[in-house]
């Protein structure tokens, strides 16, 4: 894993950027905000001033429709960098498109700005970001409460298994996931266990208690109750409900791109890449996975949608709303990750941490085929829609005349 990348290689060589021009015609972007395009006039003429998403209503969210070549990724990226001048928070760019959509950013951004030092970016085929994903020391330190911190760890790391197994495969054997979740908080007990620790303890802690058929110690009493009625089934009952633990939890370091993420454990000087500090710059973050299998996609922005959200917490207890640059979360097909609960999370809560999400997929009954919490959320916590043409979906219609 690396600290990402803020020198990024500038358009080929013999393809030099073009230069500024005395008077810039993005000012008017990146005075207006997100821009969203020129409206046409009665004679189907563009207006000279664009229509954009003011910093100040950016954190109650946009969602972007369009079909396969409407131009939704490239009227993204428009908006994307007016808004990076617009705000002086970080704007972080999820694609898995894997289409050179991130190349095309860096290259624009490059024209524009003059050069890469405000950009972190990831080709995730090759560097990934230094997240330790099981580690609640920085939450610990913001005051937030342990149990809180553990809760999410745990949640979001069943989240990020049901991605890379499939949400039905996943749920077939009933009581892992609890098994899962116990032993995670097993492991950050505050007497017994640490604050941070790798996969590969969640791994080792779960073979001792298969082998021993003796749960890790913990102080939590009804916690323990838990573990210990998890050993008082019969041995093949027992060896079941472990093996299907084994099962779930052994697919990240057959990964490994994310097995050597989830055992990346910093010290404090070991390099980690930290979005609570960097969700204050004034800078851009495009995480690129389109090189990588859907399930190592999920995963990963999954991962740092976790790191996202504590990293938001950590600055709500410890700043004043005044002082919170807004920050910008783009999802390029969105579609892909909303199986997860995460992205819920963000729809309904994140707006009072500064944050505002832009969701682009090609229509909203994507999002329903796999989450009717999240198409809900959509539906009534997203207030800036931008939509083609999408005539199945009544829902949407009815939201649209509301």
């Known amino acids: 894993p690396a600290t990402g990348s803020r020198a990024v290689r500038p358009p080929e060589p013999g393809r030099p950027a073009p ?15 997100l821009t969203l395009g020129h409206p046409l006039d009665q004679d189907g003429e563009p207006a000279p001033e664009p229509v954009a998403v003011p910093p100040a209503l950016q954190p109650l969210h946009v969602a972007w429709f369009g079909k396969t ?17 617009a705000t002086d928070g970080a704007d972080i760019l999820i694609t ?21 030092d405000d950009v972190y970016y990831f080709d995730c085929a090759a560097t990934l970001p230094a997240l330790s994903f099981f ?44 098994i899962i979740r116990q032993l995670v908080k097993a492991l950050f007990d505050p007497v017994h ?33 838990m573990l210990y009625n998890v050993a008082a089934n019969s041995q093949q009952t027992f060896d079941e409900l472990l093996q299907g633990v084994h099962n779930r939890i052994e697919k990240i370091p057959l990964d490994q791109r994310l097995g050597q993420l989830f055992n990346h454990v910093p010290d ?33 922005a999954r991962t740092v949608l976790s790191k996202l959200w504590t990293a938001l917490q950590r600055r709500a207890q410890t700043t004043d709303p005044a002082d919170r640059p807004v920050v910008n979360l783009y999802l390029e097909e969105a579609a892909q990750l909303v199986s997860s609960g995460i992205i819920d999370d963000f729809l309904a809560q994140v707006r009072s941490f500064g944050c505002g999400v832009t969701l682009a997929t090609q229509f909203p009954g994507q999002l329903r085929v796999r989450d009717e919490a999240a198409y809900v959320e959509l539906l009534n916590n997203v207030s800036t829609i931008i939509t083609g043409s999408v005539p199945v979906d009544d ?3 009815k939201r649209l005349a509301t």
Do not use: C
């Open 96 to 116: 898995p498109k894997g289409d050179a959509t991130a190349e095309a950013y860096l290259r624009t951004h490059y024209a524009e700005y003059g050069s890469l």
């Open 135 to 178: 580690d609640i020391r920085d939450q610990l330190a913001a005051g937030i409460d342990r149990s809180t911190a553990v809760a999410d760890v745990s949640d979001h790391y069943i989240e990020i298994l049901e991605g890379v197994m499939g949400p039905e495969q996943f749920h077939q054997a009933v009581r892992s996931p609890d």
């Open 69 to 85: 070549g409407s131009g939704k990724s490239t009227s993204l990226l428009t908006g994307l960098l007016g808004n990076h001048a």
């Open 19 to 33: 230069a500024r021009p005395p008077a810039n015609p993005l000012e008017r972007y990146r005075q207006a905000g």
């Open 268 to 300: 404090e000087e070991d390099p980690h890449f930290d979005l609570r500090a960097v969700i204050d710059e004034d800078a851009v973050v495009i995480l690129d996975t389109g090189d990588l299998r859907a399930a190592s996609q999920q995963a990963l």
């Open 395 to 397: 829902a949407l219609a």
């Open 193 to 225: 266990g640490d604050d941070a620790f790798t996969h590969r303890a969640l791994q080792q802690a779960a073979a001792r208690f298969h082998e021993t058929g003796e749960p890790p110690p913990v102080v939590d009493d009804e916690l323990q109750s």
